[in-house]
C-alpha cells in the first residue's frame, strides 16, 4: 500500500513557474513508476509526465515538452514536477500516481497505476 499526498499548487500569472511535488509513504515506494497526470474543468483526466522507478526514464506529453520536468528524490520518497512557462491552458487539477513496477520504465496510461493522490490545484491567469 502506498500513499501519495501533493502539494505546491496555486495562482500564478502566465510564465510564471510551480514546482508541484508528491510525498509516497511506505518503505517499498521506490519500486513505484510515478506519473503526473492532469484534468482541466470539463475536461477528462490526461497524461503530462512520468518518471521510471530509478528516475533514469522520463516521457512527457508534447504539449509540456520543454516547460515541464519531472523528477524523484529516492531518499525523500518524493517525485516532483516543476512547471515552468506556464500557460492559462495547464490550468487543472494535478494528481500524481504510482505504479508497482518489475522494470524500470515509465507509464503513460491511467489504468497502469494502482495508487493515486487526490490532487493539487494549479491555476494560471492570464
Known amino acids: 500500500q502506498v500513499q501519495l499526498v501533493e502539494s505546491g499548487g496555486g495562482l500564478v500569472q502566465a510564465g510564471g513557474s510551480l514546482r508541484l511535488s508528491c510525498a509516497a509513504s511506505g518503505r517499498t515506494a521506490n519500486s513505484y513508476a510515478m506519473g503526473w497526470f492532469r484534468q482541466a474543468p470539463g475536461k477528462e483526466r490526461e497524461f503530462v509526465a512520468a518518471?521510471?522507478?530509478?528516475?533514469?526514464?522520463?516521457y512527457y506529453t508534447d504539449s509540456v515538452k520543454g516547460r515541464f520536468t519531472v523528477s524523484r528524490d529516492s531518499a525523500k520518497n518524493t517525485v516532483y514536477l516543476s512547471l515552468n512557462s506556464l500557460k492559462p491552458e495547464d490550468t487543472a487539477v494535478y494528481y500524481c500516481?504510482?505504479?508497482?513496477?518489475?522494470?524500470?520504465?515509465?507509464?503513460?496510461?491511467?489504468?497502469?497505476?494502482?495508487?493515486w493522490g487526490q490532487g493539487t490545484q494549479v491555476t494560471v491567469s492570464s
Open positions: 518518471i521510471s522507478r530509478s528516475g533514469g526514464r522520463l
Open positions: 500516481a504510482a505504479k508497482l513496477a518489475s522494470s524500470d520504465i515509465t507509464y503513460s496510461s491511467q489504468a497502469r497505476y494502482d495508487y
